[in-house]
């Protein structure tokens, strides 16, 4: 059983680094093929998609957010994690980050950690 | 990244059947047979209840079923139960690997 456990401040301010770490167990992160995941949902709305990562690092980013984005990957940690640059109140959300359950870039996600509350304030 | 069109809400009886639609285009939803549903309780993660239009992962119960017409993805909730009610999103694949789209939910209320 495949279990994703977001962290990282609960809390940043206006133009810093919102930086996340999602760590996975329960599977081996590096086999399998699949594609990992973030994503969020801001106070009362639907979700939107961040970016995928390959286990061997490659990403894939939203064009909405790429010029103040990183993902990457840590194998030997079984981690991902996000950063997030020149945050505003707008990036306040719920961040998740989930597993695909193919071996292919579909939005098809069949793991999710529990989710964890950013908030941008000073 | 334009979201999928899904109905703000629906509500049913229980015992009744419901169902939620997801409005794309020809070139996400009425291309790919790549649609999946997730429900998601108040505070909690989403969970994948539909996928590739249609199918099941193991452990989700046999009242909920998806199709797809043309542009448009329904999931369909048969004997509504208390437990039902929740927000529901759906998803698509694009043929693009930057872009991911997600419909912007319906609460599903049962009476």
């Known amino acids: 059983q495949v279990q994703l456990q977001e962290s990282g401040p609960g809390l940043v301010k206006p133009s810093q680094t919102l930086s996340l770490t999602c760590t996975v167990s329960?599977?081996?992160?590096?086999?399998?093929?699949?594609?990992w995941s973030w994503i969020r949902q801001h106070p009362g709305k639907g979700l939107e998609w961040i970016g995928y990562?390959?286990?061997?690092?490659?990403?894939y980013y939203n064009p909405s957010l790429k010029s103040r984005l990183t993902i990457s990957v840590d194998t030997s940690k079984n981690q991902l994690s996000l950063k997030l640059s020149s945050v505003t109140a707008a990036d306040t959300a719920v961040y998740y980050c989930?597993?695909?359950?193919?071996?292919?870039?579909?939005?098809?996600?069949?793991?999710w950690g529990q989710g964890t509350l950013v908030t941008v304030s000073s | 990244q334009s979201a999928l069109t899904q109905p703000a809400s629906v509500s049913g009886s229980p015992g009744q059947s419901i169902t939620i639609s997801c409005t794309g285009t020809?070139?996400?939803?009425?291309?790919?047979?790549?649609v999946s549903w997730y429900q998601q309780h108040p505070g909690k993660a989403p969970k994948l209840m539909i996928y590739?239009?249609?199918n099941r992962p193991s452990g989700v119960s046999i009242r909920f079923s998806g199709s797809k017409s043309g542009n448009t993805a329904s999931l369909t909730i048969s004997g509504l139960q208390a437990e039902d009610e929740a927000d529901y999103h759906c998803?698509?694949?694009?043929?693009?690997?930057?872009?991911?789209?997600f419909g912007g939910g319906t609460k599903l209320t049962v009476l």
């Open positions: 020809s070139s996400d939803v009425g291309y790919y047979n790549f």
């Open positions: 590739d239009v249609t």
């Open positions: 990562i390959s286990s061997n690092g490659s990403p």
């Open positions: 998803t698509s694949y694009t043929g693009s690997s930057t872009r991911v789209l």
């Open positions: 989930a597993k695909t359950k193919q071996q292919q870039l579909v939005p098809t996600f069949d793991y």
């Open positions: 329960g599977g081996s992160f590096s086999s399998g093929g699949y594609y």
